[in-house]
């Protein structure tokens, strides 16, 4: 408290997030006050928005089996760098470090850009947690990513994190296998138990099998181990997607809606993240393409390690799940905005464990707006604009108000090889009509501040 006294009479600039005070960087500070303003609303905290159903029905599934999962739902969107990339094993030149993308406070702390940011200390809680032992957890928090404006994207979403571990055992004399091999068949069991009683049968299609060298697996476990470790988590995964998208599909045969599909077809492809290994990603097949729903993988013992457990002690994975894109065809929202409205029209629409459809009310109509200007110079000092700087400008002044922002030209003069770009703003608000004047009024902002901040001369 004193410091943040001490910074303000000195007139160090600083923000205050989530009731906290901190120092801010010019050269690195690239929060603004319409993302601030974001972190304290918690929509997956709130039980009839269709994010907090969510959260709580794919909770409830997962608990139902074993009850083994310790749920963190109250952890706050400010973490540091250490959390969110070093403490998971992120190599210092990563892209996902970069400004462009993610919104830093200053040099120590940053808005997470995932719920990833948290899994170290989660590790930690059910490791010293005797008293409820627990072998996983689940996480579900907003994060923040810096990039582009349209219908499904936003740069507040929602994640849920789970992990879940086992503690390794050695064969007994007599018994065929360790106890800890016992158990996770037993686990996996249960999760298949669970998901045969699905209505609808999932068909899955699994083509990172065997693994090859470019998604490999850890020294420290065996290939029985990985081999169970990957059934567990990946049942899992199909249990929390069966789950969710049968429950849509039998309202949709109750509501005949045509476009109704006759079974549910989920595929796994291989991926990469610094923490795991191997590492997957599911996808689902809904209304003709392939939609990305979670990346997941076997932890690294690296992490483990960090999070206080011996070497060679423990085995488990984690996944890390995108809420927002699954309500929004669960609930059929046809705009990610609509999910931050404060419209009675919308919230009212929502009960308490009820998946139910949008019904949109009148959509009320938008009106483009083109910026074109001249890149600067393509040399080394010249401060360069990315197109996600581009975004978070329109969107410190536009706020809400603004549908989506698409790139409509390049354009090289003969001449002078100069660049120059244009950008087509649709201002539309999903509350009211917005007028003309109101309209070129936030066009006028928009030009003068790119101006002003970026030194680009407008076409
Ligand atoms: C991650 O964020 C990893 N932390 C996931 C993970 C956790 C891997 C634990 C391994 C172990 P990714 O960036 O792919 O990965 O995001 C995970 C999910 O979040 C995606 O599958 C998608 O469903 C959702 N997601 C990602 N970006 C967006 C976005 N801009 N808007 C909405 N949802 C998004
Ligand atoms: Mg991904």
């Known amino acids: 408290i004193c410091l943040h006294r001490l910074y303000s009479t000195l007139k160090i600039p600083q923000v205050e997030i989530n009731g906290i005070k901190y120092k801010t960087n010019p050269k690195i500070t690239n929060v603004t006050d319409s993302i601030i303003q974001l972190t304290d609303r918690s929509l997956h905290l709130k039980e009839s928005h269709p994010i907090g159903i969510l959260r709580h029905l794919i909770e409830k599934k997962l608990n139902s089996i074993d009850n083994s999962f310790r749920i963190f739902n109250n952890f706050k969107p400010v973490v540091t760098t250490m959390e969110n990339f070093d403490s998971l094993g992120f190599p210092k030149d990563h892209p996902g470090r970069s400004k462009s993308d993610t919104y830093y406070i200053n040099e120590t702390h940053l808005l997470r850009t995932h719920t990833s ?26 994060v923040y990513r810096r990039d582009e404006i349209d219908k499904t994207h936003y740069p507040v979403f929602h994640q849920m994190e789970g992990a879940t571990i086992w503690k390794r055992a050695k064969a007994n004399e007599g018994a065929k296998e360790p106890l800890h091999i016992k158990k996770i068949r037993e686990d996996i069991r249960k999760v298949e138990d669970k998901l045969n009683k699905e209505n609808v ?17 850890q020294e420290y476990m065996s290939d029985l181990e990985v081999d169970l470790c990957s059934q567990h988590l990946k049942r899992s995964i199909e249990l929390i997607v069966s789950e969710v998208f049968n429950k849509k599909i039998a309202s949709m045969i109750k509501d005949k809606a045509n476009n109704t599909p006759k079974e549910l077809k989920v595929r796994w492809i291989n991926a990469y993240f610094p923490w795991t290994a191997p590492s997957w ?34 085995v488990g994975w984690a996944f890390g799940l995108g809420l927002d894109r699954i309500a929004m065809l669960l609930f059929e929202i046809p705009d990610i905005r609509l999910l931050w409205s404060s419209d009675e029209r919308f919230s009212k629409q929502f009960s308490k464990g009820l998946i139910t459809s949008f019904k949109p009310y009148s959509k009320h109509p938008g009106s483009f707006r083109d910026v074109a200007f001249w890149l600067p110079k393509d040399e080394p000092d010249v401060h360069q604009i990315h197109e996600n700087d581009l ?55 928009v030009c003068s501040k790119l101006i002003e901040e970026y030194g680009v001369e407008l076409r």
Not at 117 to 136: M, P, R, V, W
Not at 201 to 217: F, G, R, S, W
Not at 290 to 303: N, P, S, T, Y
Not at 404 to 409: A, E, G, I, P
């Open 391 to 445: 975004m978070e400008i329109i969107r410190n002044i536009a706020g809400d108000l603004v549908e989506s922002v698409k790139l409509v030209d390049n354009f090289t003069h003969p001449k002078t090889g100069r660049k120059s770009t244009c950008y087509r703003i649709n201002y539309q608000s999903m509350d009211r009509n917005l007028t003309n004047a109101e309209v070129n009024a936030l066009q006028e902002t």
């Open 117 to 142: 940011a948290h899994e170290l200390e989660c590790f930690q809680k059910i490791k010293y947690d005797t008293e409820n032992s627990k072998s996983g957890f689940l996480i579900s928090a907003d």
């Open 281 to 314: 990603e599911i996808e689902v097949w809904w209304q003709g393409e392939w939609l990305e729903l979670c990346g997941c993988g076997l932890i690294r013992e690296d992490v483990l390690l960090r999070a206080g457990y011996k070497p060679s002690e423990t």
């Open 201 to 217: 049968k999932i068909t899955v299609d699994d083509n990172t099998l065997p693994l090859k060298e470019d998604n490999p697996k």
